[in-house]
Structure formats: C-alpha cells, structure tokens
C-alpha cells in the first residue's frame, strides 16, 4: 500500500480503519496488498461523496469489490 496516497487526506482515518478492517475479514481470500489497493481505489471513486458518509460507504463500496472480484 502506498502510504503517501493516505498522507494529508481529510478522511485518512477512515481510509485507514476501512484498510484494517477488511485486511482482517479477507486475510484468507485477499493479500493485504490487494485490500489496500482496492480501498483507495474505492476512495477515488466516492470523492465527491459527502464526509459524513464516506466512512460507510467507503467501507460497502470496497467490500463489495472484493466479494466480487471487481
């Protein structure tokens, strides 16, 4: 994971939490390399979405990514 993509972002937090998170639920199916990619890319694509719900929606975007195979 590219730490500088994280670095001064306003939601880094919930980037990260999201990353910690899912690394966890799919150790055995996804490399935590792949998670992390997959949340920010997940990040990109919502950045035009409100603050308060990036969190979630951040976290059910990249889920379903990963359930996916997207």
């Not at 997940?42 to 409100?50: E, K, T």
Request: aromatic fraction near 2%.
């Amino acid at each position: 994971m590219n730490q500088h993509a994280l670095a001064g972002g306003p939601h880094e937090a919930a980037v990260l939490e999201a990353i910690t998170r899912l690394t966890a639920e799919f150790a055995s199916e996804h490399p935590p390399s792949k998670v992390g990619r997959t949340v920010l890319g997940s990040r990109r694509d919502l950045s035009g979405v409100p603050g308060g719900a990036l969190p979630e929606l951040l976290e059910r975007l990249a889920r379903q990514r990963l359930l996916t195979g997207w």
